[in-house]
């Protein structure tokens, strides 16, 4: 089958060779002239046959509106448009609007497996009408992991339902990700426990907690015993905003998904002005004593205030070592990621070419 990738980023491009692989013809465009095969979109459009198959893989948003709505005056009845990236699931419904006037199929498909899914295949989850997601089997099966296609492939339902499941997958991620990380933490703060990675390492066959996510922290803590110069700071996706938004809105109880949201934000943060006030009443109601951001308030005696694996809050706003970044490792060394790594509508990064046009290539990947 011959199809156009738009988007040629870790997910897009690993996803142009794994079809190619399989052996389908895959036409690639990005701004980045390094990756494209062709110069254009229409170039691009111009190198398919009909029925016209498009995968876009770009940043949710602009960018993914600026090309879906040029794909919708170059392409002809009978064509499909699948959306890849990490748009949210009221978009899809814009975006179909757009091109079910003119005949052509929109498809909506959360991808997930990171840069890991080249050679282990994706997950996904696909959201539009049967005849479309029929159209584009021979593709999603080629994506997916070998084996049962309801082990790797899910029509979750009409448009917008795809990227909704992905949506609802990333939130689970977050509290996944928050729980082992609390785990993580209280074994590095007892000082009978010797093998923190060890234990991890240990769970990851036959125990109940083991997963892929564990699989990667013992990865990761192979990588950097210690977790040394890991800076706590966290960025989000969006998609962990959206499923909490999704839940008020439904009425669903999800403490667990808030709570490892707003623990990110918290990450973000030297000094929070909330914990400031909390401090404030203390000393207001209980006469407890307020730290200031000069001196040393008094503690209860023998009161650990903080673990010893911890690093102390710095009061004048500095931490050790902020001034030494560290380079992104590259994708074959990177982590699994499925957002779009931007919580705004502006227009995502260029693969290195610093533009932000019309059709921004890059779609990012996780939480």
């Known amino acids: 089958m011959k199809i156009g990738m738009i988007g040629l980023g870790k997910m897009g491009g690993n996803m142009r060779e794994r079809l190619r692989a ?27 046959e009909a ?14 509106r600026a090309t879906v709505e040029q794909l919708g005056d ?4 009978g064509d499909l448009v699948i959306e890849g990236g990490n748009s949210k699931f009221t978009e899809d419904v814009e975006l179909d609007a757009i091109l079910s006037p003119r005949g052509i ?14 050679e282990n295949g994706y997950g996904l989850m696909c959201g539009g009408r049967a005849e479309h997601v029929e159209l584009a089997m021979p ?22 339902a795809g990227h909704y499941a992905k949506m609802v997958h990333n939130g689970i991620e977050y509290g996944l990700m928050h729980a082992y990380a609390e785990g993580y933490e209280l074994l590095t703060a007892k000082d009978i426990v010797t093998d923190v990675k060890g234990c991890f390492q240990a769970w990851s066959r036959g125990t109940v907690v083991r997963s892929w996510l564990l699989d990667l922290l013992v990865k990761a803590l192979d990588e950097r015993p210690g977790l040394e110069n890991v800076s706590g700071y966290t960025s989000d ?11 008020i809105e439904m009425a669903v109880p999800m403490p667990v998904i808030s709570a490892a949201l707003f623990s990110r934000f918290a990450s973000r943060q030297e000094n929070s002005p909330a914990m400031q006030a909390v401090a404030a009443l203390r000393g207001q109601f209980g006469g407890h004593a307020v730290k200031l951001l000069d001196d040393a308030a008094s503690k209860d005696e023998g009161q650990v205030e903080v673990h010893p694996g911890a690093e102390p ?34 227009a995502g990064p260029t693969s290195g070419s610093g533009e932000t046009g019309e059709h921004a290539e890059r779609s990012g990947t996780d939480a």
């Open 313 to 346: 809050k710095h009061d004048d706003g500095e931490r050790p070592g902020a001034d030494e970044t560290e380079a992104a490792p590259d994708a074959d060394d990177a982590g699994p990621s499925s957002g779009s790594g931007s919580t705004g509508g502006q």
């Open 74 to 77: 170059l392409l002809e009845e």
């Open 139 to 160: 593709i999603f099966d080629a994506l997916r992991p070998e084996g049962p296609r309801e082990e790797g492939f899910v029509h979750a339902g009409e448009v917008g």
């Open 51 to 64: 029925p016209r198959v498009v995968w876009v893989m770009v940043p949710h948003g602009k960018p993914t």
């Open 105 to 118: 199929g929109y498809v909506d498909c959360g991808v997930s497996g990171g840069i890991w899914g080249r």
């Open 22 to 48: 399989a052996g389908h013809e895959v036409v690639g465009f990005d701004l980045d002239e390094s990756l494209r095969d062709v110069s254009s979109l229409e170039e691009l459009v111009g190198a398919l």
């Open 237 to 247: 996706s969006g998609e962990g905003r959206w499923t909490v938004e999704e839940a």
